[in-house]
């Protein structure tokens, strides 16, 4: 079995839950929803799950053995990381566009307001 696709779906700032991710086997099987988790001892994977009627969660899909455990966590965890790096220069982007926004428009309100100064001085 190859990992053959990971897709980080979505990168969360808040909360526990980090990112949604996708991944395919062997271009032929994929499975949705699998949850990176920042927990108190490290990040780690969750596997697709529902909810029960008595309020626990019981895995939808999982590896069956630690083996496999840990190189589906080990891979999705290094596709996290690279995402994350993007997310963030993404977000230093957008800031940075920002604060460029803000100089700009505040020089051309004072371009504006010496404009209107210089119009009405005798």
Do not use: C, W
């Amino acid at each position: 079995m190859e990992i053959t696709d990971i897709r980080i779906r979505q990168v969360f700032d808040d909360g526990k839950m980090k990112a949604r991710v996708s991944i395919t086997f062997d271009n032929q099987f994929v499975v949705h929803e699998i949850k990176v988790i920042e927990g108190e001892n490290g990040t780690f994977i969750a596997m697709p799950s529902k909810k029960l009627s008595g309020g626990e969660f019981k895995d939808i899909a999982h590896p069956i053995n630690r083996e496999t455990r840990a190189m589906l966590q080990e891979a999705i965890l290094a596709a996290y990381e690279e995402k994350l790096i993007e997310h963030k220069a993404e977000q230093a982007e957008e800031e940075a566009d920002m604060a460029f926004t803000d100089e700009a428009d505040s020089a051309l309100a004072e371009e504006e307001s010496d404009v209107i100064e210089a119009e009405y001085e005798f």
